[in-house]
């Protein structure tokens, strides 16, 4: 059973830190492109940053680059995001995403999620 499991999100203060981590199982973790996604309230959901397989390519949504890092460990099959200099805007549920295309097969799974607010 494929899963991805979201866990590190919470309440934090403007300006303030989180780390997030997903870990995969039931795949082929280190095979995957892994991504971050979020949604925030009536908003569709958009991209955040996305890794390739073996770590040495990312990209990130232009608004969030400098304050927003992703990395992985196949080992440990977890992505991780860290966020820091948080804003109020970046409140939302944030999501990883697992994506592999071999030829005309594309297999894509989703986490459910894991809410971050950023308030004071």
């Known amino acids: 059973q494929v899963q991805l499991v979201e866990s590190g999100g919470g309440l934090v203060q403007p300006g303030g830190s989180l780390s997030l981590s997903c870990v995969g199982s039931?795949?082929?973790?280190?095979?995957?492109?892994m991504s971050w996604y979020r949604q925030a309230p009536g908003k569709e959901r958009e991209l955040v940053a996305n890794?390739?397989?073996?770590?040495?390519?990312?990209n990130y949504a232009d608004s969030l680059k400098g304050r927003f890092t992703i990395s992985r460990d196949n080992v440990k099959s977890t992505v991780y995001l860290q966020m820091n200099n948080l804003k109020p805007e970046d409140t939302a549920v944030y999501y990883c995403?697992?994506?592999?295309?071999?030829?005309?097969?594309?297999?894509?799974?989703w986490g459910r999620g894991t809410q971050v607010t950023v308030s004071s």
């Open positions: 890794i390739s397989t073996t770590g040495r390519v990312t």
């Open positions: 039931g795949f082929t973790f280190s095979i995957f492109v």
């Open positions: 995403k697992a994506d592999r295309r071999d030829g005309l097969i594309r297999r894509s799974y």
